[in-house]
């Protein structure tokens, strides 16, 4: 069975965020965010990685998904790191511990590389334009 990442879908009810957490196309678990329940997933050995969607407001749909990886530092503490391609530049934005991953950063992080890329694309666009 070929590896997939599991993707984290956020859906608001009222002021609770969830988060279903799919992977190869089913529900493994649904886990509100900021919980134990959350910060259990997260320190789970088996739970390496993840995708989270960068939503964009104004357009109105999700642009793209930012990697979040967990690695190990050489003090042998594991941390939360969140990457991003945009055309041939690598992003990498430090998440923190597990505890530190809630959904606050995860969107703050999320916007951050909005900005990167749509920042990225105006760039290219007037590039295009002046050749």
């Known amino acids: ?21 799919q992977q190869g ?5 649904s886990i509100v965010l900021d919980t134990p329940a959350w910060v259990q997933w997260l320190e789970m ?3 390496r990685s993840f995708a989270y969607p960068i939503y964009d407001e104004q ?25 991003r391609r945009s055309g041939k530049t690598l992003s990498k934005i430090y998440l923190g511990r ?23 694309a105006e760039r290219s666009d007037r590039k295009e334009v002046s050749a």
């Open 1 to 21: 069975m070929a590896h997939t990442t599991p993707r984290v879908w956020v859906a608001a009810w009222g002021r609770e965020r969830r988060a279903e957490v």
């Open 98 to 120: 597990s505890i530190q991953v809630s959904q606050q950063r995860l969107a703050a992080v999320a916007a951050r590389f909005l900005v990167i890329a749509t920042g990225d």
């Open 59 to 83: 357009a109105g749909y999700i642009r793209a998904f930012m990697t979040v990886r967990k690695e190990r530092r050489t003090r042998g503490n594991d941390y939360w790191v969140a990457y």
């Open 25 to 29: 196309g089913r529900e493994v678990s």
């Open 45 to 47: 050995p088996t739970t």
